[in-house]
């Protein structure tokens, strides 16, 4: 059976790179898609190319330059890794633990910290919410402020909460461009409190994985489940969920966090 093909969409959601980048990437030459309609243009991915995805995306956090990403990739050789990242150390001193952890990562496999992606039917659920327009690199400080605001209201207006503080994300990922990103809690309501919205999320189908540790690795977990998500279904293009189940409001270090990646799909006939 040939390797399933992601769309731009997907492949950008799961390698956590914008249409727009990968549309440059291509332009470039960097990261090619695996078929491209003649009629329409549109890209398709193979779910296989996600590593070469993160490794282009660890590199470009570093500003490595384009060029030298493409030697890199060209080569797949950890000496001429190491030597293009050497002339860099003059001006990555400050970053040396981030350039030895992707250096490490370019060398072994990470360690493993999701469990298995699985397929689950989640029902409707209540919920209380906070909506915001906000940028990638804004999202926790929208986080804390709206998480504030919800258990304020709900304290206030003793509604009870139901689950984890959660929040829903658009199905295509954009670099830090604003995006609508709604902050909720599951609850058991009539009504909203003061400052907040009455949401009813529609019952899914979703591929679930668990991300264990704090959030600079989440983009790797992402990728697990967008390759998973290619094998075993469709995109239903709904909003991306993720459930804070252990984080900083639990008053737990961020390698204890837990993350539930919550990911709709229709998926396909023979999926267990």
């Not at 050789?77 to 400050?94: F, G, K, S, Y």
């Not at 919920?127 to 400080?141: M, N, P």
């Not at 304290?155 to 604003?178: I, M, N, Q």
Request: with cysteine; hydrophobic share 45%; glycine share 6%.
């Amino acid at each position: 059976m040939s390797e399933p093909l992601l769309s731009i969409g997907t492949f950008s959601r799961a390698a956590s790179l914008s249409v727009k980048t990968l549309r440059a990437y291509h332009a470039q030459g960097l990261l090619t898609p695996a078929a491209v309609d003649p009629e329409t243009g549109f890209r398709r991915y193979a779910a296989g190319q996600l590593a070469d995805a993160a490794v282009i995306r660890r590199l470009r956090d570093l500003e490595v330059p384009l060029a030298d990403v493409a030697t890199i990739l060209a080569a797949r050789d950890p000496e001429v890794t190491a030597a293009t990242l050497a002339r860099h150390a003059d001006q990555m001193r400050e970053r040396a633990r981030r350039v030895e952890q992707i250096v490490q990562d370019l060398h072994a496999a990470p360690p493993e910290t999701w469990t298995p992606p699985r397929l689950v039917e989640l029902p409707a659920t209540s919920a209380v919410a906070v909506t915001g327009v906000v940028r990638d690199s804004a999202y926790d400080a929208f986080l804390v402020a709206a998480y504030a605001r919800l258990e304020e209201g709900c304290r206030d207006a003793g509604v009870e909460v139901t689950g984890p503080a959660s929040a829903l994300y658009d199905a295509e990922f954009l670099d830090d461009a604003e995006q609508e990103v709604t902050a909720y809690f599951p609850v058991r309501a009539q009504a909203a409190p003061a400052g907040t919205t009455l949401l009813q999320l529609p019952p899914v189908t979703a591929a679930v994985v668990t991300h264990a540790g704090d959030h600079e690795t989440l983009p790797d977990t992402y990728g697990l489940l967008g390759a998973w998500v290619a094998q075993h279904g469709t995109p239903s293009g709904q909003p991306l969920r993720e459930a804070y189940v252990a984080n900083v409001s639990d008053s737990v270090p961020p390698s204890a966090y837990q993350t539930d990646i919550v990911w709709p799909l229709i998926p396909r006939k023979d999926t267990p």
